[in-house]
């Protein structure tokens, strides 16, 4: 029974971290580096949701600044990301 205990203790982990992480637009790319053309890869565990879409960001601060002008740094990540496809 000892030999379960960690198996199911790497188990709950597992699905505990991928329960905190989302999926989303961009590749999960922070909105806030795309807002000033810059390409950040996160695990999107930092995110927001926003007219039904998950953003994802690097970090609170980036969040933070992001959502100070969620339309106009949306509209400046969502043009940068179209043309740096």
């Known amino acids: 029974m000892k030999i ?3 198996i199911v ?8 971290t991928s329960a905190i ?3 989303g637009e961009y590749g999960n790319m ?13 695990d ?3 995110n927001a949701e926003i007219g039904g879409k998950t953003y994802c960001f ?9 959502m100070k002008d969620p339309e106009g740094n949306l509209a400046k990540a969502q043009s ?3 043309d740096n496809q």
């Open 4 to 6: 379960m205990t960690p």
């Open 9 to 16: 203790a790497a188990g709950a982990l597992m699905f505990a």
């Open 21 to 23: 992480a989302a999926t």
């Open 30 to 42: 922070c909105a806030m580096g795309l807002a000033l053309e810059k390409k950040i890869e996160t």
């Open 44 to 46: 999107c565990s930092v």
């Open 58 to 66: 690097g970090n609170e601060t980036a969040k933070t600044l992001f």
């Open 80 to 82: 940068f990301y179209n």
